[in-house]
């Protein structure tokens, strides 16, 4: 069985950073694409960042220069680093992987990290 295990949130100062991790374990044969998501109260999930088994990245134009995603293929983990947080980044943060295994390719969730910036 797959698993998805995110850590690294918490409540900081405007200004502050934090890393979130996503470790995904069980009978995976690859991880295609790695993404973070973020759900705020009352208002739907949108994507932050994304990165390909290539190592391409996209953003989303609100933490663009502030967030950087990354990847350990390695340690099948997926890394969000975050810099410069505002209030407005406040929220649930998910972790998407599309994997392989033995039952085909889909995409997997991980369990959610609340991130809240306040002072």
């Known amino acids: 069985q797959v698993q998805l295990v995110e850590s690294g949130g918490g409540l900081v100062q405007p200004g502050g950073s934090l890393r979130l991790s996503c470790a995904a374990s069980g009978p995976i044969y690859s991880i295609n694409a790695m993404a973070w998501y973020r759900q705020a109260p009352g208002k739907e999930r949108e994507l932050v960042a994304a990165?390909?088994?290539?190592?391409?990245?996209n953003y989303a134009d609100s933490v663009l220069g502030r967030f950087t995603i990354s990847r350990d293929n390695a340690k099948n983990t997926v890394y969000l680093q975050m810099n410069s947080l505002k209030p407005e980044d406040t929220a649930a943060y998910y972790c998407n992987l599309v994997l392989t295994t033995g039952w085909g390719t889909g995409k997997y969730w991980g369990q959610g990290t609340q991130v809240t910036v306040s002072s």
């Open positions: 990165i390909t088994s290539g190592g391409s990245t």
